[in-house]
């Protein structure tokens, strides 16, 4: 969530116009750019979204080689201009954007209002300028003032900052959120993420923990709060920039799902000598923890690690953690988050490693915070998605874990080398099977149309399956905004079988598997009462096609590649069913890509 975009180049203007408009993704409410021509501080922010924004600029005062930019989510203060960044000090000579939560922010706000600095926003972010303005008023350089106010904040902060003090730098610092630079002959660039400078570079750097960075004309700086120097080692970018683009689909979520079988692919290279690294970390207990789709990854394996290694793991949502008063101690935490810069994550994470736990990160950002704190780390290889609702992200994950578990089995000799061998074949036919699935998306665009008129659905597995129906539930609810839970079947005449009425959506994930006989019984529960019954089933299975009003099949699979596989028609409903609704899938509402508040 929140964006940052920064560069000093010609044609500042209109790329750092166009690099916002290229982190749109991330979800926000506000926007807000900060150019320096000459001895002038131009400052303009509303909020809103991007295109409207430009339409009330005045492009003759849109001048100048150096800029920062900011896309906004509201955490602190509502959505207002007033709230959006950048934000300036009493003397508007300092412009500052700013990701994180500062978390003593009223401390040092007050200790500056008593002070006789003015404040025009109700943001926590404010008091970074202010207080970068109270020690250059003390004679410290602009640069020894950010590093004493970074010193003084507590919490997350990714920042940029440029002032008419020092007209030709671009400051920036990062603790805790996302935050990268880029070189080339175009110019230097910060930014959120990487395909916000793409279009200029390829040469990218992931900005360290807790490092101060200086950008100047053909030169970036990187150093510590103390002054240390360190090298700075950009990394070639290979993915192609249309990855990060809709590649002529009608949105990024589609154009992602039908990139799942390319996703896999990469995914199933991940390198050997990574997996046994990580696979000889899990000692002790073991925890899965994640958020939203992450969990439901967490879930899933923790039945598949029962099944095929025998090995208990317990899953874990992320916020709830640190309240769970687990024992810690010679335990480990797999750590899983597409961004790798999950709040609610991260603070599991800090709390386990402060109780001795080892961790494992599993992303699909490398140098995100999460591989920083981790012990070993597993990078997903999704390539860079844009939409909200995680896809191929969720797929890339359960891969990566069943090979974690896979290594884990051969190594701890639970699983005998020729069942590896058979698994890991069945493994490599997955893009194919999803490509099947693909090909029949008509099918389920068909469907979509008839149940997007439904208000509420109910998503019903068993086994590993529940994590599937959860998933679903999540994908349905919060795209096309039709209320949808996730149940164990089982589970559902306990209490929510009492809202079934004729024609009540209900849609159960029955692969050929293990619980496939006792999920028939559910069905006829609910068709006894009316419900219009959608299955997920493997291809052939005619006893339940003949009980289901609609079906969808898959094809026949090793039981552990289910919860993959019947994934994909859940996906594809939630996005025809939104764009029949008229929601735009690729920005629900109320939601971010990456949450990185509490």
């Not at 990187?222 to 002529?248: C, H, N, P, Q, S």
């Not at 609810?477 to 209900?506: D, R």
């Not at 293990?514 to 959608?534: L, P």
Request: proline residues 4%; hydrophobic residues 40%; glycine residues 8%.
């Amino acid at each position: 969530m929140c964006g940052i975009f920064g560069c000093l180049c010609e044609g500042a203007p209109k790329v750092l116009l166009e690099g916002l408009k290229r982190l749109e993704y991330r979800g926000y409410d506000s926007v807000g750019i900060a150019l320096i021509n000459g001895d002038e501080l131009f400052v303009e922010k509303n909020k809103g979204k991007i295109d409207e924004f430009i339409l009330g600029l005045d492009e003759a005062r849109l001048k100048g080689e150096i800029g920062v930019g900011h896309t906004r989510w509201a955490t602190h203060g509502a959505p207002s201009k007033e709230n959006a960044h950048p934000h300036l000090d009493c003397s508007k000579r300092i412009a500052v954007v700013h990701n994180g939560v500062l978390e003593n922010f009223l401390q040092i706000k007050e200790e500056l209002l008593k002070k006789g600095h003015i404040f025009s926003s109700r943001t926590d972010s404010e008091v970074i300028p202010h207080l970068v303005e109270e020690y250059l008023n003390e004679g410290l350089t602009l640069k020894e003032a950010l590093v004493k106010s970074m010193e003084r904040v507590k919490g997350s902060a990714a920042i940029a900052m440029i002032s008419t003090v020092e007209p030709e730098r671009i400051y920036c610092y990062r603790r805790e959120s996302p935050l990268i630079v880029g070189i080339s002959e175009r110019g230097v660039f910060c930014a959120s993420d990487i395909p916000a400078i793409m279009p200029y570079t390829r040469r990218v750097m992931v900005v360290p923990d807790d490092r101060l960075v200086v950008l100047e004309r053909g030169s970036i700086q990187i150093e510590d709060l103390r002054g240390v120097m360190y090298k700075t080692e950009f990394t070639e970018v290979t993915w192609d920039l249309e990855l990060a683009e809709k590649g002529g689909y009608p949105h990024f979520m589609i154009k992602e799902i039908f990139e799942q079988p390319r996703a896999i692919r990469d995914t199933l290279k991940i390198p050997t000598i990574f997996l046994d690294k990580a696979a000889r970390l899990l000692t002790g207990r073991i925890y899965l923890t994640g958020s939203g789709t992450s969990y439901h990854a967490c879930l899933s394996t923790s039945y598949t690690a029962s099944d095929l290694v025998g090995i208990e793991m317990r899953p874990m949502i992320s916020s709830e953690f640190a309240d769970a008063l687990l024992s810690l101690e010679s335990s480990t935490v797999i750590a899983v988050s597409q961004s790798g810069e999950t709040a609610d994550t991260l603070n599991a994470v800090k709390h386990a490693k402060s109780k001795g736990a080892k961790i494992l990160g599993i992303t699909n950002t490398l140098g995100s915070s999460i591989t920083t704190l981790s012990d070993a780390y597993i990078c997903t290889q999704s390539g860079p998605e844009i939409g909200v609702a995680a896809t191929k992200t969720f797929l890339t994950q359960l891969v990566a874990l069943d090979l974690l578990l896979l290594r884990l089995g051969l190594i701890s000799g639970r699983l005998s080398e020729s069942a590896h061998r058979s698994i890991t074949h069945e493994l490599e036919a997955l893009p194919g099977m999803v490509e099947q699935i693909l090909r029949r998306a008509d099918k389920i665009r068909d469907l979509a149309l008839k149940y997007s008129k439904k208000e509420n659905a109910f998503f019903l597995g068993r086994g590993a399956n529940v994590a599937t129906a959860l998933e679903g539930a999540l994908k349905l609810k919060e795209i096309s905004y039709i209320h949808a839970e996730g149940y164990p079947a089982g589970e559902s005449k306990h209490g929510p079988i009492s809202l079934i009425e004729p024609n009540f959506l209900c849609v159960f994930i029955a692969p050929r598997d293990r619980t496939r006989e006792r999920i028939i019984g559910n069905i006829m529960e609910m068709k006894a009462r009316g419900a219009e019954v959608f299955s997920v089933i493997t291809e052939g299975d005619d006893e339940l096609k003949e009980i289901s009003d609609e079906y969808f099949e898959v094809p026949r699979a090793n039981e552990i590649l289910y919860p993959i596989i019947c994934t994909v028609p859940l996906q594809l409903l939630a996005y025809y069913a939104a764009t029949f609704r008229g929601f735009d899938p690729d920005r629900p509402r109320n939601l971010a890509k990456s949450v990185t508040v509490l």
